[in-house]
């Protein structure tokens, strides 16, 4: 990824962070698009979450390898939908630990990264949880804008905001 000095006004690298809701499905159509329309780039990134069984070390092992392997898998998914459905490549991040955390590292260890669009679910339909947290943090860490969006946008309504 290019650095900041060689930004071309205008095209936005968009950060969204998947997993297997809905509403991060609409965040990520909504950072292709956006992108699309203005020569920008998207990132996806996954985070793998610790276990809380953390009994036997062997099974431990096995346990995050089965789900590396399952985000990894995820991530090409959803790196096909992105180019169908925009015709971009994203660039691909897997991660292990705190998704707050790991969210805001990889925006440190990125500089090109420009934006992070993030789903909202809506009421009585999931936890928005990441939404808070990272809301919380946009005034001691954030350095980036957060796009927040509806987790029910159709893809008529994406493509009218974009």
Known sequence: MADQQNHIPGKITYLVSVDESDDCR??????????????????????????????????????????????????????????????????????????????????????????MVLGCAPEGKGSNDLVQELSNELTKRLRIPLLIVPGNLTDEQIKNLT
């Open 26 to 115: 609409v965040a990520m159509r909504m950072a292709a698009l956006r992108a699309r329309n203005t020569g920008g780039q998207v990132v996806l990134l996954y985070v793998i979450e610790p276990a809380s069984f953390q009994h036997w070390g062997a099974v431990s092992e096995v346990m995050v390898e089965e789900r590396r392997q399952e985000a990894e898998e995820r991530l090409q998914t959803l790196a096909a939908e992105v180019h169908d459905y925009a015709d971009i490549r994203p660039v691909l991040f897997v991660e292990e630990g705190s998704k707050l955390e790991q969210i805001l590292k990889l925006i440190d260890n990125e500089p090109d990264i420009h934006a």
